[in-house]
């Protein structure tokens, strides 16, 4: 049987949260971007960047790669974590758009994206691609919504018949999927080829030209990493048991996509010429060295264990090595190993902490409520439940 009881202390810490980032957004809207951040003329570029969009995107990559994986090329073992991984696909690309629009300075200019296109511009291509995503995203989850209205004890919910919007879902579910796959491919990549345009910013050991590459190729490896640990967390806290096949069939396939970014980071390296900057470009060597071990290598080593594939806990640090792993590589592209201009130092503010932090509490928050009223993992089809 579920284990349905609110965790109340963790349930107040999470409000608390969300209630402390909420008044920051307040005072940032009230006082302007310079009140609550570190963020200047050099370094513009700042923790929202950093952790809300390129860590939030490509760690919400799980979405658009198991649903693939289901929907596509009916992969059916995997159908039970193809909500968890949609709801936080959806959680995180809504996630980003609440942060962009705090870091930007004029954010309700945002909408001139949708009237005055840039074509040439791989910004324009990823603003355009999350917000189409996220409606997508949107659809992919609502059928979980509809079930959950369908067995709601409230007339005058119950009293709807939320099959018709459900068929009309799964009538077009394919189209979706696929539009996700496409969506998530453009811009996935496109956040890479941002840094493209700055060849004189971006240490040599990060820039490259296919840049736009391991950014898809990464986020596709740490999908299935983020559906073992999401899915891991709510056997934890809400009960629900996958079983060990499962887990071990996503962690299975890791180690090759991994493999594959290995050899495209260093062939790169090699074929232009500066292998030689991993042993002597102090101390941003360090930076990449650690985001090859850790997030590359030994997940690498410890997915191809068939023990550890078979051990619940042995997937689950595994997959965290890979997201912290992920997390590393996003901030050393988009801070750690950008140049600053002389004169510029940056840390961020405790207030820029405090918003970041709100939202991850936000998104946890509606994911406890979604596994509470909602048929999350083990779903039935709508026609078989009682009205």
């Not at 409606?135 to 209205?149: D, I, K, N, R, T």
């Not at 101390?283 to 650690?290: A, E, I, V």
């Amino acid at each position: 049987m579920q284990r349905r009881h609110p965790f109340s202390i963790g349930t107040s810490i999470l409000s608390i949260l969300v209630i402390l980032g909420l008044a920051v957004m307040i005072y940032r809207f009230v006082n302007g971007l310079g009140a609550i951040s570190n963020l200047s003329d050099g370094r513009p570029w700042g923790l929202w960047i950093s952790f809300d969009l390129y860590c939030g995107v490509a760690l919400a990559a799980g979405g658009f790669t198991l649903a693939g994986a289901v929907y596509i090329f009916r992969l059916e073992k995997y159908h039970p974590v193809v909500r968890p991984a949609i709801l936080t696909a959806f959680l995180g690309y809504t996630l980003v758009i609440l942060a962009l629009l705090v870091d930007l300075g004029q954010p309700w200019y945002i909408w001139h994206i949708i009237i005055n296109w840039n074509v040439h511009s791989p910004l324009f291509e990823v603003g355009m691609c999350v917000m189409t995503y996220t409606v997508v995203l949107a659809l992919e989850f609502s059928p979980a919504v509809f079930e959950g209205l369908n067995r709601s004890n409230l007339p005058v919910v119950r009293d709807i018949n939320w099959r018709v919007p459900w068929g009309v879902i799964r009538a077009i579910q394919i189209p979706l999927v696929i539009a996700g796959v496409v969506l998530s491919t453009l811009h996935q990549s496109s956040l890479g080829s941002m840094l493209l345009m700055m060849p004189t910013t971006l240490h040599a050991l990060w820039y490259s030209p296919i840049l736009p590459i391991l950014f898809l190729v990464s986020a596709i490896a740490v999908g299935p990493a983020m559906v073992i640990f999401e899915s891991t967390l709510s056997n934890r806290v809400f009960g629900h048991r996958l079983e060990t096949d499962i887990l071990s069939g996503l962690a299975k396939i890791v180690p090759y996509i991994l493999g594959l970014f290995l050899l495209l980071k260093f062939f790169e390296l090699m074929a232009v010429g500066e292998i030689g900057l991993i042993f002597t470009a102090y101390p941003y060597n360090l930076l990449w060295w650690g985001e090859i071990i850790i997030g590359s290598v030994l997940p690498i080593i410890l997915f191809s264990i068939p023990d550890i594939r078979q051990s619940r806990k042995g997937v689950f640090w595994t997959s965290v090595l890979v997201i912290m792993g992920l997390i590393f590589n996003r901030f050393n592209v988009s801070m750690l190993a950008l140049g600053m201009r002389p004169g510029y130092v940056y840390f961020p503010h405790w207030m820029e902490f405090a918003i970041s932090i709100g939202l991850v509490a936000d998104a946890l928050l509606v994911v406890w409520l979604a596994y509470r009223f909602l048929p999350i993992i083990q779903h039935e089809e709508m026609a078989e439940v009682k009205a």
